[in-house]
């Protein structure tokens, strides 16, 4: 009878332990899921990140053009008014305005500069 009374206490064991292993297997499981879901998450939320970046450097760049043409605009606009205003007609034009005369300057009275090589 005492044989039989230990081998039950070794199943009673034996099943103790093997519950206690599914149990952790259970939660190791568990927690590889929930590292699998913040990974998804993580992944989701680089890439939501990044096309906020690349659409926050898009724009900026079609802010930037615009501002270039804006300026290359203003610098044509620049050079046609310089180019109009040294132009003989605009000259004696400005100079009756301010009521200039202009006067003939006399060669001998000129000093000449030579440059180097």
């Not at 079609?62 to 620049?78: G, K, N, P, V």
Request: glycine residues 4%; negative net charge.
């Amino acid at each position: 009878m005492q044989s039989r009374m230990r081998r039950e206490f070794d199943i009673a064991e034996y099943e103790a332990k093997e519950n206690v292993t599914t149990v952790a297997t259970k939660k190791i499981g568990h927690v590889i899921i929930l590292l699998m879901l913040f990974f998804i998450l993580a992944v989701i939320f680089c890439a939501v990140w990044q096309s906020g970046v690349n659409r926050s450097l898009e724009m900026k760049k079609t802010q930037l053009l615009a501002s270039i043409y804006d300026l290359e605009e203003q610098h044509r606009t620049l050079r046609s008014d310089i180019a109009s205003q040294t132009m003989p007609e605009a000259i004696v034009e400005d100079a009756l305005v301010r009521d200039i005369s202009f006067e003939q300057i006399e060669a001998s009275g000129l000093l000449l500069v030579a440059r180097g090589d």
